[in-house]
């Protein structure tokens, strides 16, 4: 899309994060000076970043055992926001939704680099553990629907005796489109660790989503959450 609106249209895109709580920027990609002399590719993976905190703004990152975690660009752990106009209490609720430090968790599992500029790597509840390791559902996804004959795809954790939990992906083919099982999982190799590719796709006519257009992935897991136990569609 960035690369579209460059050529297509002369048009500099600029990516942002935020939510209802956060009033509602949280972060927005805007170079700093010294990254014009990086090149145009290097120029784009930084666009796609969500970027830097705004004045009054402050990030962090924390791992599963509460410590914040370096800010490196690879470390990943749940990201916390705090400011003046980031919630505290929810409307006619009574309980403090910050952390005992005065923290928002939002929710989102992300990394911090050295200058600040923050990605979304996935949310926390649709992360995939298998064998102890994390998996992003949103980097199989982006793969996915990559593929030109795929227009709408979703990771999904599907439990699994031995891994606990695999990646399994529901997609939806383009309309004539006849790629099959196999030669979507093989499109996967060389773009992600060996580990990390998918066990089993499932291709269906339509992905439920809500009103603004999220795909429901609890409705997902309901459904295909024991495909590689059972090998068919949970009831």
Known sequence: MIDTFREVYNCDTIHAWGMTETSPLGSINQPKARHDELSSAEIVALRCTQGRPPFGVDLRIVGEEGAEQPRDGVAQGELHIRGHWVVDTYFGEDQNALTDDGWFDTGDIASLDADGFMTIRDRSKDLIKSGGEWISSVALENIAVSHPCIVLAAAIAAR????????????????????????????????????????????????????????????????????????????
């Open 160 to 235: 699994h005796e031995k891994w606990g939990e695999r990646p399994v992906i529901v997609a939806v083919r383009a309309e004539g489109a006849e790629l099959d099982e196999s030669d979507l999982i093989a499109y996967f190799r060389g773009k992600v660790v060996s580990w990390q590719i998918p066990d089993a796709v499932i291709f269906v006519d339509k992905i439920p989503v809500n009103g603004a257009g999220k795909m429901l992935k609890t409705s997902l897991r309901k459904n295909y959450g024991n495909v590689l136990i059972e090998g068919t569609m949970c009831s």
